[in-house]
């Protein structure tokens, strides 16, 4: 089943604790993001990959950081995490930056840092 | 810069129409609509890439005005099964951005 799979689902994290969330596509698709959702908000990009070893920064990255080694995986990590970075993370891939065919998005990873 | 959407929110009953709008400063590439149902992720309806393009499935269609700088979405006949916020997304170059989304409630 193509999709793309998001890990933790949840997550609680303290201050200061580096944590890592994984983001894996089993679509061969070039192009992936992180995105944060936040109240009265909607999506906002974090940071956005259009292939191995390129990215580039998203409206909010502040706080985050990411790596494509692999045209599958795209981690974000938060090296410093701080509680207003307490929000619903979704990771999207698509083929040629969603051309014709839009973006699939992970389930989610729901983030609390105390 | 965030496409703007309007309204931010809709209740309807069920057999109504709804229209929701998304509009952007400057011409895009493409516009992109998502439904997102609450605790889940978003999911892709449809794309628009030409000025003046109309495409729609089902009861839910959407246009791309001439300038590519305003979308809508049209949803008639509503169903319990529509009731989510409605996301666009606009593409600008290499960069892909959407709007803070529109929540419809559809009751019985």
């Known amino acids: 089943e193509a999709q793309v799979t998001q890990n933790p689902r949840y997550l609680i994290t303290v201050t200061g604790k580096k944590l890592t969330v994984t983001c894996s596509q089993n679509?061969?698709?070039?192009?992936m993001s992180w995105y944060r959702q936040d109240p009265g908000l909607g999506l906002r990009q974090i940071y956005y990959s259009m292939n191995v070893e390129v990215t580039d920064k998203g409206d909010v990255p502040e706080g985050y950081k990411v790596s494509r080694k692999e045209k599958r995986n795209f981690p974000l990590i938060l090296e410093s995490p701080s509680p207003n970075q307490t929000s619903l993370y979704f990771c999207?891939?698509?083929?040629?930056?969603?051309?014709?065919?839009?973006?699939?998005f992970g389930s989610g990873t729901r983030l609390t840092v105390v | 810069q965030q496409p703007v959407q309007s309204p931010q929110a809709v209740i309807l009953r069920e057999g109504e129409d709804a229209v929701i709008n998304c509009s952007s400063s400057k011409a895009l590439y493409s516009v992109h609509w998502y439904r997102q149902k609450h605790g889940e992720a978003p999911v892709f309806l449809m794309i628009?890439?030409?000025?003046?393009e109309q495409k729609g499935h089902d009861k839910i269609s959407a246009s791309f005005n001439e300038k590519k700088q305003q979308s809508s979405l049209y949803l008639t006949a509503s169903q319990l099964s529509y009731s989510g916020t409605y996301f666009c997304?606009?593409?600008?170059?290499?960069?892909?951005?959407f709007g803070a989304g529109t929540r419809l409630t559809v009751k019985p």
């Open positions: 628009l890439l030409k000025g003046g």
């Open positions: 997304g606009t593409e600008f170059r290499n960069d892909m951005r």
């Open positions: 999207a891939s698509s083929s040629i930056q969603g051309a014709h065919y839009g973006y699939t």
């Open positions: 679509m061969n698709h070039e192009y």
